[in-house]
């Protein structure tokens, strides 16, 4: 009689009831009252321990977690899954799935459209529903996407429980096990029994989850900000300072010009009116750095691209850096090249790159010293090579060298002006072209710049 009412069978309950002698019914009877206000008195407990369990956990995977290792007394699984509604409900995306052993081919991110498909059937009943041979199921249904992954898993019954929070759709919760007939009635009740409490943890999981990813998120682009924020002072700083300095040469300049005081030979006011020129060259080529930043920055870089002659274009650069550099008494020096070698660049993007890759090895280099330009054939197109035998780069400063407004130790001979700016554009420029750049240096040993330009 006790087995008979611990499975509700009520009817059989009073035929076993009915067959004894009016003693024993009411030892009987108080026998079974007994063993069942235990046994629902040990439920109860088990049932507050799970809601305890469920309620501690405050992301999402830590609630799915307990979840998993304390459901298995009420509803046997070796896999267990949540997917949850997306897009005002037209998708559903497994979000958390834990399985025995094994490898779990539906993973976290799947995603598939509600509509259509059996899980929304089960949405609308609001009932969970077994399957207790998917295999079976499978070969009904070979669409089943999902099935077929959970089967290649193992998996050969299942158990899918609707998720409802304050009466709307939320997702599912997949029991499965790798036997199959494991899911009965007994288990929907008791998923039913704890549904409204899960889905509660799961929304507010989910949401605790989500603000976390975007409080992370929020303060990685405030730290971005402050990092691009400070940057920027720095180089306004940097850019306002060297701005200042040839203005109040030519102001300084114009002063003398203008005073009736001073007597101004012609050719002295030849060399102040060169001199001024030239500041003003120098702050023209300083703006012109600084809105090719901007321009890049913004990522508007437009390359006008074709077919050029390396070797012409090389030697050209050579030959005015030459000129450039006699007064310094440095050599700029072409190596010829092993053979005719067509690039596809933007030839005036190219002469800005080789500008400031031979400017810069002349500035470094000592009196006396020489410039070896050179190219050579690479796997992709050509490979292209400043070398100097200056001071070279120190080691710390290597990484730092294409990063626009970086501070380098090694700072341009007092009477040079730059704007640190050359190598960032320069590294901009080859990149969309869809090349390298970089440098090889031992310090105290010279440097030798590269890039490579696809053929
Ligand atoms: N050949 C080199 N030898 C030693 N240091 C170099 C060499 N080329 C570049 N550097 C270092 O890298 C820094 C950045 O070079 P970059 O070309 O970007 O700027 P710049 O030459 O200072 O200014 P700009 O090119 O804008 O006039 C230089 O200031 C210098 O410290
Ligand atoms: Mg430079």
Avoid at 100 to 106: A, E, F, N, S, T
Avoid at 402 to 419: D, G, I, K, Y
Wanted: charged content about 20%.
């Amino acid at each position: 009689m006790l087995t008979c009412l611990q499975q509700g069978d009520y009817e059989g309950a009073q035929a076993a009831l009915a067959s004894l002698s009016p003693d024993d019914r009411l030892d009987e009877v108080l026998c079974a009252l007994l063993e069942t206000l235990v046994q629902r008195a040990r439920e109860a407990g088990r049932f507050e321990q799970l809601l305890r369990r469920i309620n501690s956990g405050l992301l999402l995977d830590d609630i799915l977690n307990n979840v998993y290792t304390d459901f298995r007394d009420l509803i046997p699984y070796d896999r267990l899954g949540l997917s949850l509604l997306e897009d005002g409900g037209q998708t559903v995306r497994a979000r958390w799935g834990r399985l025995d052993g094994g490898k779990m081919y539906l993973r976290r991110g799947y995603a598939a459209p509600l509509a259509g498909s059996s899980l929304q059937a089960i949405l609308e009943t609001g009932q969970p529903r077994i399957l207790n041979d998917l295999p079976a199921y499978l070969a009904q249904k070979p669409s089943s996407e999902s099935t077929r992954l959970i089967v290649a898993e193992g998996m050969r019954s299942s158990l899918t429980c609707p998720l409802m929070a304050e009466g709307r759709p939320l997702g599912f919760l997949f029991f499965s096990s790798a036997s199959p007939n494991t899911y009965r009635d007994v288990h929907v009740e008791a998923f039913l029994r704890l549904a409204d409490h899960l889905a509660v943890a799961v929304a507010r999981g989910h949401l605790t989850s989500q603000l976390s990813v975007q409080k992370r998120a929020a303060e990685r682009q405030n730290r971005t900000l402050d990092r691009l924020n400070a940057q920027k002072n720095a180089f306004l700083g940097i850019a306002a300072h060297d701005l200042r300095g040839p203005l109040s040469l030519v102001e300084m300049s114009t002063a003398i010009l203008l005073d009736p005081q001073f007597e101004v030979s012609a050719d002295d006011e030849k060399v102040l009116l060169q001199d001024m020129r030239a500041q003003a060259r120098h702050m023209m080529a300083l703006i012109d750095d600084l809105l090719d930043v901007a321009v890049i920055e913004q990522g508007q870089l437009r390359l006008r691209q074709e077919a050029l002659d390396l070797c012409q274009v090389l030697a050209e650069s050579a030959e005015r850096h030459q000129r450039l550099a006699q007064p310094k008494g440095v050599r700029v020096v072409l190596n010829p090249l092993p053979a005719a070698g067509i690039v596809h660049a933007d030839p005036q993007r190219l002469r800005q790159v080789l500008d400031n890759l031979i400017s810069n090895a002349v500035r470094h280099s000592p009196p006396g010293g020489s410039v070896q330009l050179a190219a050579e054939q690479h796997e992709l197109g050509w490979r292209v090579t400043v070398r100097d035998d200056g001071p070279g780069i120190p080691w710390d400063d290597q990484p730092k060298l294409f990063q626009p407004f970086a501070q380098l130790s090694a700072r341009p001979p007092r009477n040079e002006r730059s704007t640190g700016l050359g190598l960032a554009i320069a590294r901009q420029v080859i990149q969309a072209h869809g090349g390298q750049i970089g440098v090889e240096s031992v310090p105290g040993h010279g440097a030798t710049f590269w890039f490579t330009l696809p053929a």
